[in-house]
């Protein structure tokens, strides 16, 4: 992450989190970043969906924007490096309906379109300046007064004022994608009431914070003047009252709860899905619990209850292989993950799971097979470290080193570890024939490995 100056330290504690500026640098560089994030192919899916009319509103290509899941509770969302939209677990399952997500989306998109982020990188070099400044002024009033009390001062005095410009800044920035987000959202057909409900949560939650907030110490613009401007935008515009189509009542749903089984704590699982509950999201919550559980035969039970019902679902059969394969049951997990590529052909992820199964098999033709889906899986999707690891290990176990080595800089240069990076582009560029397309990628990857280190040396000399 790119230090900023000591004055903006505390301020900007938080100011990253929502910038995104954090991420910024991991998300560009590939390092490890400082957040977990998650990945699976239904929610991702999901996501998609609401996003879509969206940015094809925005003029953006929905295929270009890319979005991560956080695994956080808190309710935020960012956007970093680019098309890059960042979300919260958390907002995600506060979030009571689509409506509330593609609001959030539709701002989120304000930011890309409106190229915030360069802009705020800008913003705070020139706050640096400011301080810069300051420091040179506050210590030639020291010098001058041989009293290091007045240096002080004038350094304080400075750091205001780059503070003051600073959030200014993106406050203003905040508005803008306000009203770039009700506007597509208008041209989408999409009504802003979500937007407004899930900016009434955020206020609930200021309220619980502080009975009384100085908006000029906060990144963005008070909540109630944006809940204002979205009552004002509702009572004019005239898609305010047409509901988001009927599927994502369901998508909807099945996101919440398949997180929740996943990430709350088993107890609290099944007090918000209680037992007596039938729905299809109550089911699917307490499968992946009783599996986080190690109740392995009741998980496969309700799983197998939801395929009854829903025989060509892609993503019931994956849990059934992810739940198979984490108890040990490989041969079953292969099955259910076949069931899932075979309905869901262009999900990595799935087709990662099914990999990763077949490489448990051992056989050779297994690894075979296992290699030819994760080769199309990092085709599909090349930022998913685990895939190129496995293909790491399948190429190994078939005696192709050198594409092996090539895999495993991949999956180093993902998790910013530059000493695997180093260790294996030196054996693949040895071993992979010259000219191939895996050799001409061994020369990017030392590339980019050898700029990331030129740039940390550069800010440790800084």
């Known amino acids: 992450m790119h230090m900023l100056r000591r004055l903006l330290s505390v301020t900007l504690a938080a100011l990253l989190v929502i910038s995104g500026l954090a991420a910024a640098a991991s998300a560009q560089n590939r390092q490890q970043p400082s957040f977990r994030m998650i ?15 969206v ?12 979005v991560y899941l956080i695994n956080d509770s808190r309710l935020n969302a960012f956007v970093a490096g680019g098309q890059n939209i960042f979300l919260n677990t958390g907002l995600l399952i506060r979030a009571e309906h689509a409506g509330q997500v593609i609001g959030v989306m539709a701002h989120e998109s304000g930011h890309i379109a409106g190229g915030h982020l360069v802009r705020l990188r800008q913003a705070v070099r020139e706050a640096q300046i400011k301080q810069v400044i300051a420091f040179i002024l506050g210590a030639g009033a020291a010098i001058a007064a041989r009293d290091g009390r007045a240096g002080a001062a004038t350094i304080s005095l400075g750091s205001k004022i780059a503070e003051g410009t600073f959030l200014k800044y993106t406050r203003a920035h905040e508005r803008a994608a306000d009203q770039f987000a009700v506007t597509v959202m208008d041209s989408a057909g999409i009504s802003s009431r979500g937007m407004l409900e ?16 100085d908006p000029y110490v906060r990144t963005h613009p008070i909540t109630g003047d944006r809940i204002a401007f979205l009552r004002e935008h509702i009572a004019r515009s005239r898609v305010s009252d047409r509901p988001l189509p009927a599927r994502f009542v369901e998508l909807h749903q099945r996101m919440r709860a398949k997180l929740i089984g996943f990430i709350n ?28 559980n190690a109740e392995t035969a009741k998980a496969i039970a309700l799983t197998d209850g939801l395929i009854k019902e829903r025989p060509r679902d892609p993503f019931f059969h994956e849990l059934k292989g992810q739940i198979s394969f984490e108890s040990g049951r490989i041969p079953e997990a292969v099955v259910s993950y076949r069931k899932a590529v075979e309905l869901a052909p262009n999900e990595a992820l799935i087709r990662v799971g099914l990999g990763q199964a077949l490489i448990a ?11 030819a889906h994760l080769r199309v899986a990092v085709r599909r999707d090349d930022t998913y470290p685990l895939a190129w690891r496995l293909l790491g290990i399948a190429y190994g176990k078939l005696g192709q080193i050198g594409e092996a080595s090539w895999a495993l800089a991949e999956y180093g240069l993902l998790i910013g570890d530059s000493k695997q990076v180093w260790g294996n582009v030196g054996r693949a560029e040895k071993l992979l024939k010259r000219g191939t397309p895996a050799w001409f990628r061994i020369q990017d990857i030392k590339r980019e490995i050898g700029r990331r280190e030129g740039h940390r040396k550069g800010r440790r000399r800084r």
Do not use: C, N
């Open 361 to 371: 098999v051992g056989s050779k033709g297994a690894l075979k097979q296992g290699l």
């Open 39 to 53: 990945r699976d192919a239904e929610i991702e899916r999901t996501i998609r969906a609401y996003g879509a009319p």
């Open 198 to 213: 899930f900016m009434q949560v955020i206020e609930s939650q200021e309220l619980l914070i502080s009975a009384r907030q």
């Open 265 to 292: 704590p088993i107890g609290e699982v099944f007090r918000i899905y209680k037992p007596s509950d039938p729905s299809l999201y109550a089911r699917y919550a307490r499968a992946v619990a009783r599996h986080r």
């Open 55 to 66: 940015f094809v509103a925005a003029g953006m290509s929905a295929d270009a924007v890319k």
